[in-house]
């Protein structure tokens, strides 16, 4: 399973949730990216650049794409690349945790400056530049949950609902 979403739309936070719920494993790609680097994300941008974070990114993702069992959160951006949702197999659902630009501009609001993108002078521009260039991908996810409109708990309820009831049914949310 793979959630996708933008920054802040709560994928490590609904992940570990729903993986207990599951009882399968949660692995956030950005934190083993940074535990494999030894370094953290801002400063892979800031030494290499954004498009050498991409490629390991994509390299991690691919590994770990191949484990059964497993909630798999990646960056916001991951998914924003021709021909990456299409990559999944069959067997993998993808979930778009779907949020505003005011939802996203709030929930980011403390951590910005560990997200480099968001790192700008404007920040809620850039935020609705880059949601609307992404959106095209993210509808590519085979389930959508508006988690401005249920709270963590209630986006794995519904989840769990729908895999256990009808899960060949796409869940909107
Ligand atoms: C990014 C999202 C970040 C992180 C990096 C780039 C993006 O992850 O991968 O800063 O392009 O949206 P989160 O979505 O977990 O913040």
């Not at 949950?145 to 895999?163: A, C, D, E, F, Y």
Request: aromatic share 6%; net charge neutral.
């Amino acid at each position: 399973m793979v959630l996708v979403g933008f920054m802040g739309s709560g994928k490590s936070t609904i992940g570990p949730l729903l993986s207990k719920a599951l009882g399968w494993r949660f692995r956030d790609l950005d934190r083993v990216i940074e535990a494999r680097e030894g370094r953290s994300i801002p400063e892979m941008f800031r030494d290499d650049g954004e498009a050498a974070f991409r490629a390991k990114e994509d390299e991690i993702a691919r590994e770990l794409l191949q484990e059964t069992e497993l909630v798999l959160a990646p960056g916001g951006g991951w998914s924003c690349r021709e021909g990456r949702m299409e990559s999944l197999d069959e067997e993998t659902l993808s979930i778009w945790l779907q949020l505003s630009v005011e939802g996203i501009w709030r929930r980011t609001a403390r951590r910005r400056g560990e997200r480099p993108l968001l790192d700008v002078e404007h920040p809620q521009e850039r935020i609705a530049e880059l949601l609307a260039e992404r959106e095209p991908f993210y509808r590519r996810a085979k389930w959508w949950v508006n988690v401005g409109r249920h709270s963590p708990k209630q986006v794995v309820r519904l989840i769990v609902q729908q895999l256990e009831s009808n899960p060949e049914r796409p869940l909107r949310a």
